[in-house]
């Protein structure tokens, strides 16, 4: 392995076909989990059932058409950069709310499938405008509010992993032992290989997780193939395939959450830029920046057409980058065609759908719990005034509070109960407002520097 921080092949080399195919395998190894789970999740709660391999293969495709796109750059479309492009679990909570609206008016699959492309593809646009505008955001969207909606939607994302290991919603032997006991062993093996000083079992330690929990699950009589019949070995992608429908209630969230994505996506690109050894600052850094956020809401448009979730840069990656030592847009070219080709597949999207819930759960509760904790430490690295811990206070206070007594808006307006009745909705709104209208507080160190040169003016 190369020594720490040195690059084998930088941005524009070209390395050898053996190296490059390891790279990329070791790239679609670090994702693959990332972009098939929230389809998993989504189509568990929503109950869409037989949707859920077709759901896959497009998830699998479109993330190989992103990664590709982000790479290769078309126009002033992508970073080009290794950028790979996987299904967002930020959107997760919004896309959860948006289908149970649709599932409140009596609407199926197709119904509940219909609405959520239709809000996620109009939703992506709002990223493509903000990408031309993206320096002017962080008067608004900054750490702070940032840091407080990625802490909120881990922790209420937790909830779904939590009741996936113990059985499932519903499950008839919800919290039996056997259950916990698989979840717990898939969680236990996780936080071991991540522990490993072999950067291949550490670096994949999700996916062997789930792969040991998935085995246990099928000596333990937990798993049924017989469905696997009536899966087609190959399929072709059809754009709007269920329509597209559209309901204020259900936009709202998504909005919000394409509002972060942006620059949280700005972040993720800055980071793949240092460890490729590219600029972090300057004119061609900026305009690095802009595209790539372009390419995460182009991007996330196609995803809706072709009938999946909304996409954006995997920051795991930047790990293979430094891992492999090889930072060259090759790789991803390499990595967007295995993507693809897993993705017309959609056999391969049924067998991961026989994953039962604890398996699943025991994963997902360590990347919900992750997701909290990397919210957590942006907001660590804040000064932590009067002003921030009061802002933090309201905004979880709100946030969590709504999700933990979603009766408190049973008298309210549909529409108000819609919109405010998601975690994340209330809490990010609350964040952007008292961050907008409470003034900023200047530190001891300013203030004294103040009454210094207040002083030193008097006395000229």
Known sequence: MQPSGELLYGLNDKPPVGPTLLAALQHVLASFVGIITPTLIIGGVLGLGSEIPYLISMALLVSGVGTFIQAKTIGPIGSGLVALQGTSFAFLSSILAAGFIAKGKGGGPEEILSLIFGVCCLGAFIEIFLSRILHKLKFFINPLVTGIVITTIGFYLIKVGMTDLAGGFKAADFGSFANLGLGLGVLTLIVILNQSKNIYLRSGAIFFGLMAGFIAAIFLGKVDFSGLSSVSLFTLPIPFKYGMSFDMAAFIPVALIYLITAIESSGDLTATSMVSKEPITGPVYVKRIKNGVLGDGVNSLIA?????????????????????????????????????????????????????????????????????????????????????????????????????????????????????????????????????????????????KSEAVEAAKEAA
Do not use: H
């Open 304 to 448: 809706a057409v072709m009938c999946t979730f909304p996409n954006t840069t995997f920051s795991q990656n930047n790990g293979v980058i430094q891992l492999t030592g090889m930072a060259s847009r090759y790789v991803a070219l390499w990595t967007a065609g295995m993507l693809i080709i897993l993705g017309l597949f959609p056999v391969i999207g049924a067998i991961f759908q026989q994953l039962p819930k604890p398996v699943l759960g025991g994963a997902t509760l360590v990347m919900f719990g992750t997701v909290a904790a990397a919210g957590i430490r942006i907001l660590a690295s804040l000064e932590l005034d009067r002003r921030t811990m009061l802002i933090m206070a309201v905004s979880f206070g709100l946030g969590l509070g709504v999700a933990m007594v979603p009766d408190v808006l049973k008298e309210m307006p549909k529409l108000v109960q819609n919109i405010f009745g998601s975690a994340v909705t209330t809490c990010g709104l609350t964040a952007i407002i008292l961050n907008l209208c409470l003034p900023s507080l200047q530190s001891t160190s300013d203030v004294a």
